[in-house]
C-alpha cells in the first residue's frame, strides 16, 4: 500500500510540475512578450523525482556538459511568443526547460558563479540599484537586464582594468534557462522573482549593474571561474 501511495504521489507530483511548466512558458511568452522555446531534457531514470543531480541529456552528445540547459530542437531561432505554438510543444515534451531566446526585443542576462552571484546582489542592494528578476541555480546566478547591444557592451567592458572569464553575456543570439525548470544540475529557480501582478517585469540598464558583478567576479574565491550553468 506505502508503494501504491508513493508512487501516486510522485505522479501528482510530476504533473503539477508539467503543468507548471507550460503555464509559465505560455505566461513568459503571452503576458510579457519573451519569446522562448523547449530545450534539452535532462534523460533520467523511469519514475526518478525530482530529477537527481547530474543526470544525462536528451541530445546526441554523451558528454553535455549543460544537460537540459540548452536548445536542441528545435533550435534557437525557433523561439516564439505564438501561444499554440508553445502549447503544442510542451504538450509533446511536458518535462521539457523553458529557455528565454534573449536579445532584439527581449531581456538579455549577466550570469555568474552562485557565490560571486549572492556578493553582487548584496553589493547592488547596498549601492541601491534597483533590480528586477533574478535567476538561480545551483551554480550560477544570472541578472536580467533591458536589452543590449554588443557595441555597447563592448564599450562597457573596454573600461574595465579586467574581466573575470566566469561572467557571462546573455545577449543577441543567446538563451537563458527560466523558472520552474529542472536540468541536470538541478531545480532553476527566481532569486528575485518578477513582482506578482507585474504588466511586464521591470529590468535595470546593464551598465547600472555591470561593475558590481565585475567586481563580485573578481574577489570570488578562486576568481569565480566556474563556467557549469
Do not use: N
Amino acid at each position: 500500500m506505502r508503494e501504491i501511495l508513493g508512487m501516486r504521489r510522485r505522479l501528482r507530483f510530476r504533473r503539477k510540475a508539467r503543468t507548471a511548466r507550460l503555464e509559465a512558458a505560455v505566461s513568459f511568452a503571452v503576458a510579457w512578450g519573451w519569446p522562448v522555446l523547449p530545450g534539452a531534457s535532462p534523460r533520467v531514470p523511469r519514475g526518478a523525482v525530482p530529477v537527481p543531480s547530474g543526470a544525462a541529456c536528451s541530445c546526441p552528445d554523451p558528454d553535455c556538459v549543460v544537460p537540459g540547459a540548452h536548445p536542441y530542437d528545435p533550435e534557437l531561432l525557433a523561439a516564439t511568443t505564438d501561444e499554440r505554438m508553445i502549447r503544442w510543444w510542451w504538450t509533446r515534451r511536458p518535462d521539457a526547460p523553458v529557455l528565454l531566446a534573449t536579445g532584439g526585443g527581449a531581456p538579455c542576462a549577466v550570469s555568474l558563479p552562485a557565490v560571486a552571484g549572492a556578493r553582487a546582489l548584496v553589493a547592488l542592494d547596498a549601492m541601491g540599484i534597483r533590480l528586477g528578476p533574478v535567476v538561480a541555480t545551483s551554480t550560477r546566478w544570472s541578472i536580467l537586464v533591458a536589452p543590449y547591444d554588443l557595441e555597447r557592451l563592448g564599450e562597457l567592458l573596454y573600461a574595465k582594468d579586467s574581466v573575470p572569464s566566469s561572467l557571462r553575456f546573455h545577449g543577441e543570439g543567446g538563451y537563458l534557462v527560466l523558472p520552474p525548470s529542472v536540468t541536470g544540475t538541478g531545480q532553476v529557480r527566481w532569486e528575485r522573482a518578477p513582482l506578482a501582478g507585474s504588466a511586464r517585469p521591470w529590468l535595470p540598464d546593464v551598465e547600472a549593474v555591470v561593475d558590481a558583478l565585475v567586481e563580485a567576479g573578481t574577489s570570488a574565491p578562486g576568481g569565480g571561474s566556474r563556467l557549469a550553468y
